[in-house]
């Protein structure tokens, strides 16, 4: 093999494996990130589009919950930790806008967090308030549907052995569901917390016509939205680690939001088909 050659297969092999070549203090320096997440997350998904938006290279490691809590623990260096978690050459970066921030120092694409920060961080915490409720829906869901606690199982998990292990699947939602305090009925949360943002959402977007930026130019503020709006409907277009099974896909599907907010979903597929960078 040529060097030529023996150089491009090193490269592939290095951006395979989350492994981006720095080049610092007139050497070169191999960096390592790797993203610990939850494929059916939205918080991830944040993640996942902003490190996309800036192409980035990392690689993708799925996060179990309470299997996996003590490594993420470990990892994040916090007693509660949470995914999305990115580690940089060990160092850890958690939490979707954290990660997203970093993109934006270490991406040379557009920023995605522009002048009008107040605003931006309005979109997060209305995006925040539809993530909890789809959490409560999905957690309420998932414990009763043993169909989606096997779809939710590793993919190590062999066929005939998923419907036994469902159990453990449910014990990890319990205790995703004890972690982070989710409480409430879920349908009725949509309607007394969700719509209301929804509302918003919509009355922001009348008159903008075909363009996708809720603040002037593409950033955050419509990454958190679009990935939240998601937790109601997905697009078919999520971010590639989205692979849902039917019994899941209920669980995180509410048909009346769509129907409800032709405006909103119409907006939504325009951010994730002319916006999502793919991985
Ligand atoms: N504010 C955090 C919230 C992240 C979060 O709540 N992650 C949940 C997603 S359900 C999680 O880590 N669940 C798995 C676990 O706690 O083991 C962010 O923006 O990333």
Same mark, same amino acid.
């Given at each position: ?48 589009? $902003?490190?996309?938006?800036? *192409? =980035?290279?990392? #690689? ?5 919950? %309470?299997? /996996? ?26 939490? $979707?806008?954290?990660?997203? *921030? =970093?993109?934006? #120092? ?5 920023? %995605?967090? /522009? ?165």
């Amino acid at each position: 093999m040529s060097a030529d050659s023996t150089a491009i297969v090193c490269t592939f092999h290095l951006l395979a494996n989350g492994i981006r070549v720095k080049h610092e203090a007139g050497r070169l320096r191999a960096m390592v990130r790797t993203l610990y997440g939850l494929s059916y997350s939205p918080w991830t998904h944040r993640a996942l589009f $902003s490190l996309d938006h800036h *192409r =980035l290279v990392y #690689r993708y490691v799925e996060h179990l919950p %309470l299997l /996996g809590e003590l490594r993420l623990r470990r990892l994040s260096k916090s007693a509660k930790p949470t995914v999305p978690l990115l580690i940089t050459d060990g160092a850890p970066t958690m939490g $979707s806008g954290e990660i997203a *921030r =970093l993109a934006d #120092r270490e991406g040379a694409e557009e920023k %995605l967090f /522009g002048a009008d920060m107040p605003a931006i961080m309005q979109w997060e915490v209305r995006a925040d308030a539809i993530l909890e409720v789809a959490r409560a829906r999905v957690v309420a869901g998932l414990k009763a549907s043993h169909e989606a606690q096997k779809e939710a199982l590793p993919p190590f998990v062999p066929g005939p052995f998923r419907s036994i292990f469902a159990f453990t699947a449910k014990q990890g939602t319990s205790f995703v569901a004890k972690k982070h305090a989710v409480a409430g009925e879920p349908d009725q949360r949509v309607v007394d917390e969700v719509f209301p943002v929804l509302d918003v959402l919509h009355a922001a977007l009348v008159d903008k016509g075909e363009d996708t930026c809720l603040l002037g130019t593409f950033g955050y503020a419509d990454i958190v939205m679009a990935t939240a709006v998601s937790a109601l409907s997905p697009t078919p277009s999520e971010p590639g680690t989205r692979k849902l099974g039917a019994a899941s896909l209920a669980l995180w599907t509410y048909p009346e939001a769509p129907t409800r907010y032709p405006l909103v979903y119409a907006w939504r597929d325009r951010v994730y088909t002319r916006r999502k960078v793919p991985a």
